[in-house]
């Protein structure tokens, strides 16, 4: 949980950026949020969430 907080923040900050800089538009971060949610819902969830936290791992033994 701890790790997954940040790549949270990082994402909801990435889309805050891209929103103010008018190159997403509210239409696509809604269908964007609904996809992922429907997508945590689907037999991929299991590998999705099993390469985030490596890539997280990765990134954490790298110091970054």
Same mark, same amino acid.
């Given at each position: ?5 940040? !790549?949270?923040? +990082?994402?909801? =900050?990435? &889309?805050? !950026? #891209? %929103?103010? %800089? @008018? =190159?997403?538009? @509210? ?5 964007? /949020? +609904? !996809? ?5 819902? &689907?037999?991929?969830? /299991? ?8 890539? #997280? /791992?990765? #990134? /954490? &033994? #790298?110091?970054?």
């Amino acid at each position: 949980m701890l790790l997954h907080m940040p !790549f949270v923040i +990082a994402l909801a =900050a990435v &889309t805050i !950026f #891209l %929103k103010r %800089k @008018s =190159a997403l538009k @509210s239409s696509h971060a809604l269908a964007c /949020g +609904a !996809f992922g949610f429907y997508l945590a819902d &689907t037999s991929l969830a /299991g590998s999705i969430h099993a390469a985030s936290a490596n890539l #997280l /791992g990765m #990134l /954490g &033994t #790298l110091g970054v």
